[in-house]
């Protein structure tokens, strides 16, 4: 297996590279947002309760997210591997992660994480907002989100620099050559 986590505060494009590098290599692209907003979407119980706390750009409970994936994990257990999207977004879930992955014989192989300043990040969510229809897409929720990114998901950087397997990308210029950074530090690893 070759399981990704793609790192980066809102709006780096981990979304955009994800697509692509499951693409390529035929991994099982799994989003944490994408998931909670087809719940919202539905009006499932879990959908009102992730919507309590996306609209204000804070962090649905670590418990809610890691049973989600739990069972997401075990769903695909024939994949060829994973990219992981907008998760872990806690060190707490970033052990999980490690502990479910291990049970299946396997780890978490490469983070890659994507650089971009803050006010690039500010305007691309600004621009998508307007024809996004994400209601975190605002910039009042848009600078609770990166307050949340700093405080909450920032210090997994550390967790992961200590595994070794942080890789830092530049996440500005266009999706293309950032794509084929991304692909490189792949290929490292995976001797492909
Ligand atoms: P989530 O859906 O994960 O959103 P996010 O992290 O805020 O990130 P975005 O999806 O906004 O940005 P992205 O990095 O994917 O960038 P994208 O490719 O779209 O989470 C939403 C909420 O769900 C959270 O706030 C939280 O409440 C909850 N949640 C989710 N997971 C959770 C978890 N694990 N634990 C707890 N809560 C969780 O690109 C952004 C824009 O920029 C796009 O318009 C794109 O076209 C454009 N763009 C991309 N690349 C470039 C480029 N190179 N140049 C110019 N523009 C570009
Ligand atoms: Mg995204």
Sequence with gaps: MLNIVIFGAPGSGKGTQSEKIAERYGLQHVSTGEILREEIESSTELGKLADSYMSKGELVPDCVVIEMLEELIARNSDAKGFIFDGFPRTVPQGEVLNQLLQHHGEKVDIVVSLEVADEELIDRLLKRGAIS?????????????????????????EFYRKQDVLKEIKGVGSIESIFESIVKEIDMISGS
Aim: hydrophobic share 20%; glycine share 4%.
């Design 133 to 157: 229809g994400r209601t975190d897409d605002n910039r009042k929720t848009i600078q609770s989100r990166l307050r949340v990114y700093y405080r909450q998901t920032a210090p997994l950087k």
